[in-house]
Each structure stands twice: as C-alpha cells, then as structure tokens.
C-alpha cells in the first residue's frame, strides 16, 4: 500500500525565511509525486510535480521540491516566504497502477510579517 | 474561461434528503474524479472516469453514486444524506488516466447535513 506523511500540521515562519515542508512517503514502486496547494475556500492549485525526469523540481511562485530516493522524501522548500504564501499544502502521489492521489494530511504554513 | 466547476458551491440540506453535486470540466480531459475532503482536512479519492467509463470506486457507502454523461462532465448524487457526509467535495480531472498527468481541481463543494 502506498502512504503520504507530512510531517507538521503547522508551521510558522517569518516574511523572508526559509519555507521547508517535509513529506516521507512510501510506495512499493518508483512514485510520482507532487505538492499541491489550497488557498482558503478554494480547489487545489499544482505546485510542483515529480516523474522521474529530474530530482530537483521548480515549480510556480519560487517553490521547489527535491526527490531523494534513499530517504523516501519529496521537502517543499521556497527560499523567502512570502505573506501570501500563507495556505494549506499537500503532499500526493500515485503509483503501482493506482492513478488517484493518495495524499498526505496537509501542513498549514502560516507567514508572521 | 473556469477549467473545472462545480455547482454548487455550497449546499445545506436536512438528513435523510437526496442531493446531487454537479461538475464540469471545460479543459478537453478525458479523465474525472471525484475527491471528499473531510473537517480535519483529509483528502481522499472517491471515484473516477475515464471516457465515462467508471474506473476507480473506493469503498464509499453504496448511497454515492457517480454518473457521467459525457466526458466533460462528472456529477455526484448522494441518497439518504447522513451527518457524517458533511465535507467539501471537490472535482477534479486529467489529460488521461496516466499515473503522471495532473489533475485539475474544481473549487469544491461544502456540503452540510443538519
């Protein structure tokens, strides 16, 4: 079976410091796996994406992932947050045949000016 | 110019009643999916189509029924509404039924049952 774990309900930072989201996964085969983000009262908007390309991922609004395969981890990060940055983001993947998104408990990332 | 709607955006109803939550996506996918989101935010897959063809049904209560009338569009009708269906259902559909493509969102429907 696969699984998503995102470590932090919430977290707290600074206007202008290092975001970092962890998510561990597990998956008996190669995963794809991708970050999404819900702005409050709204749908799902697509960060970043992970297919096996590249282990680094840039996404939209500065994001950008890494897939480290020895740690079954995909960690959002974005080098200075911004105010509205503030939301709830998620952590998914499919695989082994399975085409929905398994996802994570989401991490809510709140952005102290 | 919205890719995936749903109507509506909120629905209040009483237990025991039937509602219908409707979706339509506009982007050309061949592939749509239904997803509940319950109050601890959780997200969970429902069901899917392909080309209307159903092809993911979860262990959801048999009260769920999906139905696709066409490609563009995927609606949800629940019977007998309990309390604990009360989430916000969102739509969502992709290119094809690839374990890559994206999916795109709708702007989710809050339901809630009195």
């Known amino acids: 079976a696969q699984s998503v774990t995102q470590l932090g309900s919430h977290v707290s930072v600074s206007e202008g410091a290092l975001v970092l989201l962890r998510c561990n996964y597990s998956s008996s085969v190669p995963p794809y796996l991708f970050w999404y983000v819900q702005y409050p009262n709204q749908g799902l908007q697509l960060l970043l994406k992970y297919t096996s390309a590249a282990t680094l991922v840039k996404g939209i609004n500065g994001f950008e992932a890494e897939f480290k395969k020895s740690e079954t981890s995909f960690h959002l990060t974005k080098p200075s947050a911004h105010m509205s940055d503030a939301a709830e983001y998620f952590c998914a993947l499919t695989g082994a045949g399975r085409r929905a998104l398994t996802f994570g408990s989401g991490t809510r990332l709140q952005v102290q000016p | 110019d919205t890719a995936v709607s749903q109507t509506p955006k909120y629905l209040v109803t009483q237990m025991g009643n039937d509602k219908s939550i409707k979706c339509e996506q506009n982007l050309g996918h061949d592939t749509m999916y239904w997803y509940k989101q319950d109050s601890k935010k959780f997200l969970k897959i429902m069901f899917s189509?392909?080309?209307?063809?159903?092809?993911i049904n979860e262990t959801v209560p048999n009260r769920f029924s999906p139905k696709s009338p066409d490609k563009a569009h995927l609606n949800l009708h629940i019977n007998s509404l309990e309390l604990g269906d009360s989430a916000v259902y969102f739509c969502a559909s992709s290119q094809e039924a690839g374990l890559s493509d994206t999916q795109y969102f709708g702007p989710g429907t809050r339901l809630t049952v009195l």
């Open positions: 189509y392909n080309n209307k063809e159903l092809i």
